[in-house]
């Protein structure tokens, strides 16, 4: 059973160009998250998906971000006109709405914005 | 390689107890660690952190963790609990390239 997987694990975006980040759960998972780590930070949350829903995204930023998570595919973070500030390392986690609600987290994207 | 272990899956205090959730990590040079918070139906929440400095961290809620080197360990402590802390508790470790977590201890708070 593979784990979670996220493609690609490096992406470079000169400012002003779209990021698109892919999130592919474990199998049988149908809730995705997504974090973003700053330098020397821990995980912030962004988002919580479930399949064509999104439950919650109080932690998105309100212009350029946005995610999505189709009925068949991959979840994606897009990030539009990327800005230096952007550049992290971007987490997706994916779980079943088991009785302890484990997260398993993918290796994440580091994204860097020239 | 770096680890984290979290050797208690459950933890149950009384209201108004104080609580310790505990941590032991292994790293090569100096650590950076992390306690998170997860609430039912939600993502994981940061609470507090550890880079350097004082040993005792406070963080968020009334939390607070203590860095112990000699220990290495890294527990997570509250004086007082609520019922409202009942949850998810997840102790991580990083260096620049990679993120490691706990298995989680689920912590429960009776009235």
Avoid at chain 1, 15 to 37: D, F, I, N, T
Avoid at chain 1, 39 to 62: A, R, T
Wanted: with cysteine; glycine share 8%.
């Amino acid at each position: 059973n593979a784990g979670v997987m996220q493609n690609p694990r490096h992406l470079v975006r000169r400012r002003g160009q779209e990021a698109r980040l892919r999130c592919s759960p474990m199998k049988g998972h149908s809730h995705v998250y997504w974090y973003r780590q700053l330098p020397e930070e821990g995980l912030k949350f962004m988002v919580y998906l479930q399949k064509e829903n999104i439950i919650d995204e109080s932690g998105m930023p309100k212009e350029r971000f946005s995610a999505e998570f189709p009925k068949e595919g991959p979840s994606i973070l897009r990030i539009q006109q990327v800005v230096r500030g952007d550049s992290a390392a971007y987490f997706c986690a994916s779980s079943t709405l088991g009785s302890n609600n484990e997260q398993f987290f993918g290796p994440g994207t580091r994204l860097t914005v020239l | 390689a770096q680890s984290v272990a979290q050797p208690e899956d459950q933890v149950n205090v009384a209201e108004g107890n104080p609580l310790t959730v505990k941590c032991t990590y292994s790293v090569s040079g100096n650590p950076y660690l992390f306690w998170y918070v997860q609430y039912p139906n939600r993502g994981l929440q940061f609470l507090l952190k550890y880079i350097t400095g004082d040993n005792l961290v406070k963080g968020s809620y009334g939390f607070e963790a203590e860095f112990n080197k000699s220990q290495t360990s890294f527990h997570l402590k509250k004086p007082s609990a609520l019922v409202s802390d009942s949850a998810l508790y997840f102790c991580a470790v990083r260096d620049p390239n990679d993120m490691r977590f706990g298995a989680g201890t689920r912590l429960t708070v009776k009235p």
